[in-house]
């Protein structure tokens, strides 16, 4: 039958297509046919699957030696060499006497029960018997409870609305409630029948039953402990397996903690990104007792009770740690958190240990810790004191006393009068030469003047950049004499009330004063 015959279905086959013209392999490299030479292939693809493990390899290098992570080990071995700590204190702390009695006492019952093991396995089988029984009569209980609320409803809804069938649906409410009152009297009758059939057992097993609680009463803690270290260190094939790449998305014992704050957002150029603090994925210790003297940053907060427990007034889960320290919400590393030191030593130290430098574009870097109470007035600003911010307290005090809102913006003292001197009328009592003495140093002339130094400071003396002083000091020499010579540019002449005219000397003498005579100060009369 050839392809052109039809088949059953009255349809035709396909014609079968003319073999390809076979070409014989006959310096197979230099064919016109192939785009590639086969040794060449070869070399090439081995170059590539050899770069494909390398890079592989470097990822997973990469991976594992991330900041955190490295932090998250370090924590986790402090944690267990603690457990291990408190397991042989535990273990030291238990009485070894008692402890053997009771070993030796529960062993006993137990030889007991193996003679007994007939009249404990005939006094089983009404426990299991009446168990199985009273969870049945349960079940049948609580249906009909459910029931019974639904039809209760029903009837209720009948008898609100005067509906024509709210005397069927009372003869039915009544007949599931009587049905209810028996399954609960049942329920009842199986529950003395159950008691009374564990009586009966715990006469064999009921020694053996109060000794191993005894047992496990003296075993709290340490059996608590030992727990807590099964957990830490399941062993190193399961921890490496749950933190290898690709596995690592099942169950991590490494992983980002982040804190979603609410109502909080980072504004960025057409969109608010909600705020994320993920700080307590390196602080691993910062809401757990018992850190207070680890090293950073596993250390313990030092005032749980004010800022991280759930029962303190600003608790972790909602405040976070950015709305207090400030600081990049969603950084894991030390150096992209922004924190900033508290002091030039400090400083040196972070930049040998960290590579540590400040970042110019971040707007909110983390205060420094010295300064750690400047986060309260984001909240606090319309308190006239803030409670255990002694620090912040004295500040505001200061700002209202010199009179820092005078140059500076600063909410809640826009309406209040500035402490420096009028200075409109500054040529018509002052001399230009006292006022660039003053302008110099302030206090050289006057020791208590609230009027802080400009220049020749840490930011405009020699210790600045080009750190050249003669420089600075031509510079600070030139705007204080601007300063100055525009104060007088824009001097007005000092306008004095006028003095007391038109007096009247006859009434002056009918005065009643006019017969008293003030001596002056320092002087006696004779």
């Not at 109060?210 to 340490?222: A, G, S, V």
Request: charge should be positive; charged fraction near 25%.
């Amino acid at each position: 039958m050839t392809s052109e015959t039809p088949n059953e279905g009255g349809h035709k086959k396909p014609p079968i297509p003319t073999p390809a013209k076979k070409i014989p392999a006959v310096n197979i490299e230099k064919r016109g046919d192939r785009l590639y030479e086969v040794n060449s292939l070869h070399k090439w693809f081995a170059i590539s699957s050899i770069l494909f493990f390398v890079f592989t390899i470097g990822m997973v290098l990469a991976d594992y030696s991330r900041e955190w992570k490295t932090y998250q080990r370090n924590f986790n071995r402090l944690q267990i060499e603690r457990t291990q700590k408190d397991l042989q204190q535990a273990a030291a702390s238990l009485d070894r006497n008692k402890f053997q009695q009771l070993q030796q006492q529960l062993q006993q019952a137990r030889a007991e029960l193996q003679q007994n093991e007939t009249q404990v396995e005939r006094a089983q089988k009404p426990v299991n018997d009446r168990s199985a029984r009273k969870y049945a009569v349960n079940q049948n209980y609580q249906f009909t409870k459910a029931v019974y609320d639904s039809q209760k409803y029903e009837y209720e809804e009948a008898v609100a609305n005067k509906r024509s069938d709210a005397q069927r649906l009372g003869d039915r409410l009544k007949e599931t409630e009587k049905k209810l009152d028996d399954y609960k009297a049942e329920l009842e009758r199986v529950d003395l029948d159950l008691r009374a059939a564990n009586d009966e057992l715990n006469k064999y097993i009921g020694k053996r039953n109060t000794i191993q609680k005894d047992i496990d009463t003296m075993l709290t803690d340490y059996t608590r402990l030992q727990a807590r270290m099964n957990t830490l260190n399941p062993g190193l094939i399961v921890t490496s397996f749950r933190n290898a790449p690709v596995f690592d998305f099942m169950a991590p014992s490494e992983r980002i903690n982040q804190i979603i704050v609410n109502n909080l957002y980072n504004d960025q150029p057409f969109k608010a990104i909600p705020r994320v603090d993920r700080c307590t994925t390196c602080h691993q210790g910062i809401d757990q007792k018992g850190f207070q003297d680890a090293p950073q940053p596993f250390r313990t907060h030092p005032n749980l009770d004010l800022y991280i427990n759930s029962a303190s007034p600003h608790p972790m889960e909602t405040f976070g740690c950015t709305t207090c320290h400030n600081g990049l919400d969603r950084a894991t590393s030390f150096q992209n958190a922004g924190h900033m030191p508290r002091s030039e030593e400090q400083r040196k130290q972070w930049q040998q240990k960290y590579k540590w430098h400040e970042q110019e574009f971040l707007e909110t870097p983390m205060y420094p810790m010295n300064n750690i109470e400047a986060g309260c007035y984001k909240c606090h600003n319309a308190s006239p004191e803030v409670p255990k911010a002694a620090a912040l307290n004295n500040g505001r005090d200061l700002i209202r006393i010199y009179g820092c809102f005078g140059c500076h913006k600063i909410p809640g003292y826009e309406n209040i009068r500035k402490v420096g001197p009028d200075l409109s009328t500054v040529s018509g009592k002052l001399t230009k030469e006292w006022v660039r003495k003053w302008l110099a140093n302030p206090k050289e002339f006057k020791s208590e003047a609230r009027m802080p130094q400009f220049w020749w400071n840490d930011n405009n003396g020699g210790g600045a950049p080009p750190y050249d002083a003669a420089h600075w000091d031509k510079r600070n020499v030139a705007e204080i004499n601007a300063i100055t010579e525009y104060l007088w540019s824009k001097s007005q002449a000092k306008q004095l009330p006028p003095g007391h005219t038109g007096g009247n000397p006859a009434e002056g003498k009918n005065s009643p004063t006019r017969a008293v005579r003030f001596p002056c100060p320092g002087f006696t009369t004779g």
